[in-house]
């Protein structure tokens, strides 16, 4: 019923540049929380930036000052711009929206898209 789909990663040098979208459709009521988790190989899922409705946003240490989460309510979806990009944020990112389906409230999580950076 809820589907979120991701787009824009991909093979990216060092220092290089990078946005994700992800956009939420189905039958959906309202959106809250919406971010980005980030999935290395052999590591857990560790979240990477949060942004509430009202654009309050939440970002993980590694990632301040060279990522940027912003979201479009009106089109349901959120997005990561990703500067400055280093070995290390080498992962699957993954979508995640609060999502309210009639009276329940449901995280729901995109299928993961892959970011490689590497020369």
């Given at each position: 019923q809820v589907q979120l789909?991701?787009?824009g990663g991909g093979l990216v040098?060092?220092?290089g540049s990078?946005?994700?979208s992800c956009a939420a459709s189905g039958s959906i009521f309202s959106i809250s929380t919406m971010g980005w988790y980030r999935q290395a190989p052999g590591k857990q899922r560790d979240l990477v930036a949060t942004i509430t409705t009202d654009g309050s946003t939440n970002y993980a240490h590694s990632v301040?000052?060279?990522f940027t989460i912003s979201r479009d309510n009106a089109k349901n979806t959120v997005y990561l711009q990703m500067n400055s990009l280093k070995p290390e944020d080498?992962?699957?990112y993954y979508c995640n929206a609060r999502i309210r389906v009639i009276a329940t409230m449901t995280d729901y999580w995109g299928q993961g898209t892959q970011v490689t950076v590497s020369s």
């Open positions: 789909v991701e787009s040098q060092p220092g990078l946005r994700l301040k000052g060279r080498t992962a699957v």
